[in-house]
């Protein structure tokens, strides 16, 4: 019987990525990216397929779901033209991904990384296709709906504006949805705040902060936060998950130790006809599918 998870599971990722559009970058590509490369490859046997899940769960992350988005729209957006399209787009399920920041595309995840959205979970998106103009609408996304915040230029250097640590984005997210991001309340009277200074350089360190708005409440990192190198810190959390799950199964699948898996082998296991194979589903769930008769189940364990 025919067995290779983590091969099943390298080729479902290249695949997804093909699907996007972006870029596949190879396993020596993605050693480059890590200072104990070496070291890890050496010490651990599925160190390659790490970093490649941990790319793809990472860009995955800065996607936005295709879907019928319910649309909000804050008070600083009233009136504002430009908006339509976009919210034409999301409202009728049309995928907007291709106006984000090309660095979406980038194989340097690490580098290329965007540190607003996985520390607040607010995504920005251009008004132009490939991530063109300086103007930028910024959305937050909680479950089915969009809830539309402002408009903010690109920041640059030596620019006098501020866009990627603009706490004005949390304080309109807290004066007209509230409920939205209860959940990531740290306390209702807090008195701490940090300067625009000192959030650039927490965040350019890798330090995620709470976020403190007028009336005393601080929030956690809404959008989950990112890891010491870079990553969302959820990417780095389910790529393990990931990893330990594909290799229960596998494991699983040559002991035969688990009901789910004895239906699958409806046929002797050491028949050479029969193939298992591992599936990634749009969800991100992991499949389990036996070729020869296209029986299967799935692991409702979305990444």
């Known amino acids: 019987m025919e067995v290779n998870f983590f091969k099943d599971l390298e080729t479902e990722i290249k695949e997804k990525l093909k699907d996007f559009g972006y870029p596949i970058p190879s396993f020596a590509e993605l050693r480059k990216q890590h200072i104990s490369a070496t070291e890890a490859h050496l010490s651990y046997k599925h160190y390659d397929i790490q970093n490649l899940v941990l790319h793809f769960l990472t860009v995955t992350e800065r996607r ?5 988005w319910n649309i909000h729209i804050s008070p600083q957006l009233q009136n504002r033209t430009e908006i339509v399209d976009i919210v034409s787009m999301l409202s009728k399920g049309k995928d907007v991904n291709p106006f984000l920041s090309k660095q979406v595309k980038g194989q340097h995840q690490n580098k ?3 540190l ?10 251009h008004f132009e296709e490939g991530g063109k103009g300086d103007e930028m609408l910024f959305v937050y996304f909680d479950g089915n709906e969009a809830y539309l915040l402002d408009i903010l230029l690109h920041e640059k250097n030596g620019a006098n ?3 990627w640590t603009n706490t004005d984005l949390i304080q309109i997210l807290h004066d007209n949805w509230p409920h939205v991001i209860a959940r990531a309340i740290f306390k209702t009277d807090s008195k701490e705040t940090l300067t625009t200074e000192q959030r650039q350089i927490l965040r350019n360190k890798a330090a995620n902060t709470n976020v403190t708005v007028r009336d005393g409440t601080e929030y956690m990192p ?3 936060g990112f890891s010491c190198s870079k990553h969302p810190q959820k ?3 389910n790529t393990l998950r990931m990893l330990k799950r594909t290799e229960e199964l596998e494991s699983m699948v040559l002991n035969n130790n688990n009901n789910n898996i004895k239906n699958l082998l409806l046929i002797d296991k050491s028949s050479k006809n029969i193939k298992i194979k591992l599936e990634l589903t749009d969800g991100l769930n992991l499949k389990v599918i036996n070729t020869a008769n296209k029986s299967s189940f799935e692991i409702d364990e979305p990444y």
């Open 235 to 237: 990417a780095a959390e």
């Open 222 to 224: 809404i959008g989950g």
């Open 64 to 68: 936005i779901p295709i879907k019928k």
């Open 161 to 163: 504006h501020i866009t």
């Open 112 to 114: 290329k990384t965007d």
């Open 116 to 125: 607003l959205r996985f520390e607040w979970g607010i995504y920005h998106i």
